[in-house]
């Protein structure tokens, strides 16, 4: 049975991830959890965001399920840079996984969508662009100052993460993918990425293509957001998109999403796209479904595709039944959605 | 009398620009207008794209309205370096403005959002970051190729569009102006953003200030775009911004923009965000609201505030007297809006 690491984090984290366990251990029984103590909370007791002992525990694992770490007293991108994306770049977390879906029940604050009529997700690039960490300033804090940041984009990675959306399209109903940069003036990696991009379009013909810049893209997903079935896309252009894309399906409070090492050599990692929101955090309030829609990511992403269907569908069921005013309690919808995929 | 250069190009961009000069000599008679021609046509017919020597009549110029530039048939990257980005670098052009508004008797695809609730403006650098042509590529089409991009920033360039941001800012009702950026990943130009918009700032107590990372503010235009006043942020930033503020506006077909060198030393350029839409060129169906809103602008650089309010004034009740299916003509549109800005 698999054994998964949990890292339920700051704020509304722990709250999230423990109705994400319930739902689990509803659908199937027996995946073991062990917990570990990392975010926020263990940085300031302890001045420690990763420890080496951890990350190499956290490889011992089959996957990894957090819920949200952060904190506004830590400053910008000790946690980001220390913990999250350590992690995405040390376990090769090449695919980083956003599906986002319209459900029944879920207004979109775009008037002329209808729920059920966008269903897309996002392969965004998770290993390389402008995430790699290669820069440097000059002269800090003088007039003569420079900043520089550099994306790197290697065929490697662009074709690794390109194959596995059209494997993604192929499987999926309308089997179309749309490649999003900027190669009008990113001309040296949108060659790159335009090429890769091709060359493996031409092993699927039965895969339809298309290329947008990433501001058109932006624009289409505010007026048609229908029109995307697999989109593929750089890390920096997939993290803006993708919260476009959450935003026109209902929110990030919905959505989830999977840092994922396809070739299984390391564990993947599985967490909803919120933060840790530490206003809400402790009331019992947080819409957990984001958690337990990474928790149906995670599943799928072990082999078990049935348990994770029976998840999509019970979530699918809780939203389609909420009114448009619910105050839900986070305990609440986990019974609710642990009772149905038990059921 | 002002010295406009005029570049129609391509597609609708000679339409558009009939009109939008139109608007000009019904409102301030006797601004004198040379046209020069490039774009595609010119590419094709000559291989020029932009002549060292009309860059030098450019110069010479108080302003210039550029219509459309670019065409499917173009490599990409041809005319938006050799055309549209060179004229911003060379004529140091670093503010790149991009008002959006939600007119009366326009419906944003938001249904939560009212005409009048929007009022915001982009303050986008235009001379730096990703779109300085730092990069390269090794081992082209190899399985060991590496493309790299490279964002490129001075306390320079940050600290004199930011300048320019807070004072829009202070001349606006709400005085407030939100700094976009990603400090959380891209830790080098972050920092020098967030300081130098802070120093600036500081010269400042009159002007609310706020900061979100980029994929935020990507999400908050789609889902309350009534809390933007002046957003300032970087070149890539903005272009995709830019977009998503048009989507909930209406779209980038009533979507101005002005590339301005505030200091004077070269002209200034304004153009309609849309593009040259070979699809419906030459039907006489492009709305030149855009392109006559982008003249707005333009008079409004050189000084002459009066006549771009008036043209303001005017779209708007055009635009507030359009129905919802209104099949409209370029040249009408344009008559009207000459017959009430001369009234
Ligand atoms: C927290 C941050 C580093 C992260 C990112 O930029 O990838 C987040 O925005 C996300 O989308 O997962
Ligand atoms: C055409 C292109 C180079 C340009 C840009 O990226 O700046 C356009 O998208 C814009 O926003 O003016």
Redesign the interface.
């Known amino acids: 049975m698999a054994r998964i690491a949990v890292v339920a984090g700051d704020g509304i984290g722990p709250e999230v991830v423990a109705e994400a366990r319930k739902v689990i251990d509803a659908v199937l029984p027996g995946v073991e959890a062990t917990e570990y103590d990392l975010g926020a909370a263990r940085y300031h007791r302890t001045g420690e965001v990763l420890p080496d002992s951890v990350l190499g525990e956290l490889a011992g694992h089959d996957a990894i399920l957090l819920g949200a770490v952060g904190d506004p007293t830590v400053p910008?991108?000790v946690l980001?840079?220390g913990l999250l994306?350590k992690l995405r770049f040390a376990f090769d977390q090449y695919v980083n996984l956003r599906p986002s879906r319209l459900w029944p029940g879920v207004?979109?604050?775009?008037?002329?969508v209808k729920p059920g009529e966008v269903d897309l997700v996002v392969v965004r690039e998770g290993t390389e662009g402008?995430?790699a960490g290669a820069?440097?300033?000059l002269?800090r804090?003088?007039?003569?100052?420079?900043?520089?940041?550099?994306?790197?984009?290697?065929?490697?990675g662009v074709e690794r993460v390109v194959r596995d959306a059209f494997a993604r399209a192929s499987r999926r109903e309308r089997r179309k993918v749309t490649l999003v940069h900027?190669?009008?003036?990113?001309?040296?990696?949108?060659?790159?990425w335009a090429?890769t991009f091709e060359a493996v379009a031409a092993e699927h013909p039965d895969v339809t293509t298309e290329y947008q810049h990433?501001?058109?893209a932006?624009?289409f997903l505010?007026?048609q957001p229908q029109r995307y079935d697999v989109v593929v896309t750089d890390n920096?252009f997939g993290?803006?998109?993708?919260?476009?894309a959450?935003?026109?399906t209902g929110?990030?409070g919905l959505a989830a999403s999977g840092s994922i090492n396809p070739d299984g050599t390391y564990p993947s990692m599985f967490e909803p796209v919120h933060g840790s929101a530490p206003d809400i955090a402790g009331r019992g309030v947080a819409d957990p479904v984001a958690a337990v829609l990474s928790a149906a990511l995670l599943l799928d992403q072990l082999g078990h595709a049935d348990a994770a269907a029976r998840i999509t569908v019970a979530v699918s069921a809780e939203l389609a039944g909420r009114g448009p005013d619910v105050a839900l309690r986070t305990a609440e919808v986990g019974d609710r959605i642990a009772a149905q995929v038990a059921a």
């Open positions: 910008p991108g980001e840079r994306l207004a979109s604050p775009l008037a002329a402008l995430y820069g440097g300033t002269h804090g003088t007039p003569a100052e420079v900043a520089t940041e550099e994306s790197l984009n290697t065929r490697h900027k190669t009008n003036v990113l001309t040296h990696a949108g060659s790159l090429r990433v501001d058109a932006a624009m505010v007026t920096l993290d803006i998109l993708t919260d476009i959450a935003a026109v929110g990030i």
